[in-house]
């Protein structure tokens, strides 16, 4: 292909949208649409991740000895439990530990009377996971281990996280199916308004000796063109608005800001912007390329 | 010509630019629009095809186009056995056939210019060669103040001349012309005759579709007559036939 005929088929793929300017609009009012309803609910969705995350990360099992128990066995123990796959970390604290946290949590000056620790024999580790739905699983494994006399774990905390785990899995799963059957209605709308405006074009260019790529080209720039717009709109309200709203809960309701522990809007955007730019230019650009096929058999 | 390749150069007919072998063209209901028709066109001719509607002369136009093929029959088209054309050869063999309609074809939101250009865009001539050769023909069809106007704002006659143009920039061997003078008042359409006799005695192969009786009687040239689907006169110097 000549540089001028590369440069006219870009040049005609803006002048079509000049030239369409409401059927233009039209069709990056409804990408732009679909994608900030997309964007939307992914900020969400990744916030609400993120949530759970947070909490997950704090859920642990604690694993208590038998009472004649060696150290080196215990030592043993730590190093079988930090080989699973489901241990994120495992921490050891030994009865001398508990016993200065017990204090300081709930006897606060009111210790002195003990000569010995009394807690002799509550050295334990505590395990975090990567993934709280194998708790039970790691419980089972935990119990089994010779010198282990007891195990505590969180079963109704971990219970939760794992069901609203998978709830968001199922809500992000409909909501995203949802948008894309709805963008694939407007879209087809559009696109059908737009094939009568260029079936005559496209009919003349055929006659008169065009081939199926010079006449698809700046057709198919057009709706990567259209495309990207629908996606940069968008794109720059989501930002917008999440740095405000992000900002607002933060300080109207300060007594949630343990719990809400909103991700930086670089993080949501690191993923956030390519997917609503190839989604945006993908959909325009299947949208031209379907609807041009459709008129050049002529 | 089984098992030969489909090529009549250097076959002694070359003369023949135009070819049609017993070429029959049926559509899935009704009657064949084109019935066992031969004709024979020669490289430098002017031939009028009319006939009444439903006669078969827009679907001859088609055939020769290629927008369709026939149920059988050959048709050779400078050489090319245009039914067996593959699809994308398509394009390279209608830039050799210049081509006009009666409504123009022209594209409405592009300028006189823009709409000749775009012929030449479409075979990548460079845009220095475009910015020369536009204003050349649009002089030759008396077009050259106009090239900045849009077609809304040109009369028929200038429309169908800016047609011409798109037509003829490309230098095509054959020109198609299917009712230019449908639209146009008896001045213009002298004109866009006188036209079309020019660029044939330039050596261009002209094929005229028409109603226009005192047209084709006035111009003594080859006249084929069709009636339903086939040929039923085909006189040098003739005149239009009534159909009753």
């Known amino acids: 292909m000549r540089i001028s005929t590369l440069f006219y088929t870009v040049k005609q793929g803006f002048v079509n949208i000049v030239r369409n300017k409401w059927f233009s609009l039209a069709s990056i009012a409804t990408i732009s649409a679909c994608l900030f309803l ?110 282990v006399r007891q195990v505590n774990q969180s079963e109704i905390t971990a219970r939760m996280l794992t069901g609203v785990n998978a709830l968001i899995g199922y809500v992000s799963m409909g909501i995203i199916l949802i948008l894309l059957a709805v963008s694939i209605f407007l879209i087809s709308n559009t696109v059908t308004i737009g094939i009568s405006v260029r079936k005559e074009e496209i009919n003349i260019m055929k006659y008169i000796g065009a081939t199926d790529f010079f006449v698809r080209s700046p057709f198919v720039i057009e709706g990567m063109l259209i495309g990207l717009f629908g996606s940069v709109v968008p794109l720059v309200s989501i930002y917008y608005i999440y740095t405000n709203v992000v900002v607002y809960i933060n300080e109207r309701f300060q007594v949630l800001s343990g719990l809400l522990n909103f991700l930086p809007v670089e993080t949501i955007f690191s993923t956030l912007l390519p997917i609503s730019v190839a989604i945006g230019v993908g959909i325009g650009l299947l949208g031209s390329i379907v609807t041009v096929r459709k008129h050049l058999r002529v | 010509m089984p098992g030969k390749k489909r090529t009549r150069k250097g076959t002694g007919e070359s003369k023949d630019i135009i070819v049609l072998d017993n070429v029959s063209k049926a559509y899935s209901t009704g009657a064949p629009a084109l019935n066992g028709v031969s004709i024979k066109i020669r490289k430098g001719e002017f031939v009028f095809i009319v006939g009444d509607s439903g006669s078969g002369k827009s679907t001859l136009i088609k055939l020769l186009l290629r927008e369709l093929t026939p149920t059988s029959g050959t048709i050779w088209v400078n050489g090319q056995d245009v039914g067996r054309l593959k699809h994308r050869k398509i394009p390279k063999f209608r830039r050799n056939l210049g081509i006009v309609f009666q409504d123009f074809r022209l594209l409405k939101d592009r300028n006189v210019y823009e709409n000749v250009a775009f012929a030449q865009r479409i075979v990548q001539v460079p845009v220095r060669e475009i910015k020369r050769n536009v204003p050349a023909i649009l002089s030759t069809v008396g077009l050259a103040g106009k ?43 002298w004109e866009i005759m006188k036209l079309l006799e020019e660029i044939n005695q330039g050596g261009t192969t002209v094929l005229v579709v028409t109603h226009n009786r005192e047209i084709v009687n006035a111009m003594k040239k080859r006249v084929v007559t069709m009636k339903k689907g086939v040929i039923v006169s085909d006189e040098e110097k003739g005149e239009y036939i009534d159909e009753d």
């Open chain 1, 38 to 147: 997309f964007g939307l609910f992914y900020s969400i969705l990744m916030n609400f991740q993120h949530i759970v995350k947070t909490a997950e990360e704090g859920v642990s099992v604690t694993v208590f000895f038998d009472e004649d128990i060696s150290e080196e066995r215990i030592r043993e123990i730590g190093d079988m439990i930090q080989k699973r796959v489901e241990v994120r970390e495992v921490k050891y604290k030994s009865a001398e530990e508990v016993w200065e946290e017990f204090k300081e949590d709930y006897l606060e000056g009111y210790a002195d009377g003990f000569p010995d620790n009394p807690l002799e024999g509550s050295e334990n580790y505590e395990i975090y996971l990567n993934d709280v739905s194998m708790q039970s699983a790691l419980v089972t494994y935990l119990e089994s281990i010779d010198g």
């Open chain 2, 147 to 189: 090239y900045k106007a849009k077609p809304k704002q040109l009369s028929g006659g200038e429309q169908q001349r800016v047609a011409l143009a798109r037509a003829l920039i490309n230098k095509p061997s054959i020109l198609l012309a299917d009712e230019p003078t449908g639209n146009l008042d008896p001045k213009n359409s």
